[in-house]
């Protein structure tokens, strides 16, 4: 298994697109041995200490292997849509990982 934590940060306003294109990629993660672990929405009051920007959410995936999650990001479908992610979405930050 390998671990993806994603750090999303929105353009200002931009949060109903944002929520249109994970409507449409989220569902597709099981087509390709994975599985959202966690979805996160913090508000002001889950930071109890940072140096850096606050999220406005954080994803938990895990995939069977790396090819499953290449794969997902290839995906024809995702694809179609990522225009409402390059609209939406100012940053993020990809932390990939493996389970000790």
């Given at each position: 298994m390998i671990y993806i934590i994603q750090l999303i940060y929105i353009k200002e306003g931009q949060e109903e697109v944002f929520h249109q294109f994970e409507d449409i990629a989220i569902p597709i993660i099981s087509k390709y041995n994975g599985r959202l672990l966690l979805r996160i929405r913090p508000d002001e009051n889950s930071f109890i200490e940072y140096c850096i920007d606050k999220p406005y959410e954080i994803h938990?995936?895990?995939?069977?292997?790396?090819?499953?999650?290449e794969a997902f990001k290839q995906d024809e479908e995702r694809n179609k849509f990522l225009h409402l992610k390059d609209q939406s979405i100012k940053t993020s930050i990809l932390i990939q990982g493996t389970k000790l």
């Open positions: 938990f995936v895990e995939f069977g292997i790396e090819q499953d999650f």
